[in-house]
């Protein structure tokens, strides 16, 4: 499956984006999802993931309440609504895909090349 995410940008603290990721390629509702976090000189950070189906999510604790992931199948495509952003979620957000929702990034072998996010302070 080929991964595409869209959505990222430059917003102030406090304000919101909505990142999606467009899936190809293979049958997109037979794969869980998540999105991966890189801020500058850190390593990849689990975000957020979404079963197949769309009934179970899961999150990082540090973006619980602020982002909401969620999934059209029908659209072949995967969002995830950042609210009330803080400058440490500056950085790299890329989509992955598996067949089972996983929270360590070495699980996932599908990987979209990432939409870059700019909280300014």
């Known amino acids: 499956v080929q991964l595409v995410e869209s959505g990222g940008g430059l917003v102030p603290a406090k304000g919101s984006l909505r990142l999606a990721c467009a899936a190809s390629g293979r049958p997109f509702s037979t794969y869980s999802m998540s999105w991966f976090h890189q801020g500058p000189g850190k390593e990849r950070e689990f975000v957020a993931a979404i079963n197949w189906s769309g009934a179970s999510t899961f999150y990082a604790d540090s973006v619980k309440v602020r982002f909401t992931i969620s999934r059209d199948n029908a659209k072949n495509t995967m969002y995830l609504q950042m609210n009330n952003l803080k400058p440490d979620d500056t950085g790299v957000y890329c989509c992955?895909?598996?067949?089972?929702?996983?929270?360590?990034?070495?699980?996932?072998?599908?990987w979209g090349q990432g939409t870059q996010v700019t909280v300014s302070s």
């Open positions: 992955a895909a598996a067949g089972l929702v996983r929270r360590s990034h070495t699980e996932y072998g599908y």
